[in-house]
């Protein structure tokens, strides 16, 4: 059964000053971050940026080399089992109880929460044709992606964790999946860390945009905002230069000695118009993840 919560104000995640290395190879640099109470966040990176390493120090499942993660504030290294009841989780590979049966999985995990929606797990299972009785290992990809999506959902967590929770899905599952996304979320006021490569995906659900690059969360915004307020120059790079530096823009990629660059309008106030001299354009989700994570 669902029940309110209470924001108190105090952010649900925080980050700081996060470091993890392989060896000599810096995956987060000294990393800080932070999520209020119901936000939604989707997580952008080029493969091997480290997003799954960020999320698995999140949630206390590696240890970090430098840094501090808190979780409903407590230390997400050791989270009592309340605290670990408000977190839902989809791990990018699945880690699912082959042997079992469906019915017996969500079973043994109804036990470690006492929040546990089973009309919603019920009607999940009959909506995404989940065999109940029938081995896990002889469900395809895509129903077992289905149903580590309905153990995470099942217990209406407060924080919900997702990392390529859609990978395997066709367009049709990873739609519905979406859908009850948002229903969670507009229901519940849930905190959602949502990592995925599909950016039309991502479009459709999430709030804010963080682009991880370099170690670091090179930007975060409300994803409206961010297409709003940013643009693609063209130009002869001096008159690029004079533009930007005359309407008070932020670069986002790098003024090379020739080509288009995007820029973020600081503050509040309309993008400057096109001149003579200088094209302005709008830009997509695409364009900026380019840009943010070279």
């Known amino acids: ?115 546990w929606n089973t009309a919603k797990v019920d009607g999940l299972l009959s909506r995404w044709d989940i065999a109940r009785d029938k081995p896990i290992a002889k469900l395809s990809g895509g129903q077992q992606q289905r149903l580590s999506i309905i153990r995470a959902l099942a217990h209406e967590p407060e924080l919900l964790v997702l990392d390529e929770p859609v990978s395997s899905l066709d367009p049709a599952g990873r739609r519905d999946f979406l859908r009850e996304l948002v229903d969670q979320v507009v229901d519940l006021r849930t905190t959602v860390v949502f990592s995925t490569h599909i950016l039309s995906d991502l479009e459709r659900v999430a709030l804010d945009v963080a682009f991880l690059s370099g170690g670091n969360i090179a930007l975060h915004a409300t994803l409206d905002d961010l297409l709003e307020s940013s643009v693609r120059l063209a130009g002869a790079p001096a008159d690029v230069q004079g533009f930007v530096s005359e309407h008070q823009l932020d670069a986002i990629t790098r003024q090379g000695a020739a080509g288009p660059i995007i820029v973020r309008r600081r503050g509040a106030g309309g993008v400057p118009a096109t001149t003579p001299a200088v094209t302005v354009e709008p830009v997509t989700l695409e364009d900026l993840f380019m840009a943010l994570t070279e």
Not at 93 to 114: G, I, K, N
């Open 1 to 115: 059964m669902s029940s309110t919560r209470i924001d108190t104000g105090t952010p649900c995640v925080s980050l700081q000053g996060l470091r993890v290395a392989f060896g000599r190879q810096t995956v987060l640099d000294g990393l800080d971050w932070a999520l209020p109470v119901g936000q939604v966040v989707g997580l952008l990176g080029r493969n091997g940026a480290g997003k799954t390493t960020l999320i698995e120090t999140l949630l206390g499942l590696r240890d970090a080399d430098a840094g501090r993660v808190v979780l409903f504030g407590q230390s997400a290294l050791a989270l009592d089992d309340d605290a670990r009841a408000r977190i839902g989780y989809v791990p990018q590979r699945s880690d699912l109880f082959e042997w079992m049966t469906a019915d017996q999985l969500l079973a043994y995990f109804r036990s470690f929460y006492p929040r």
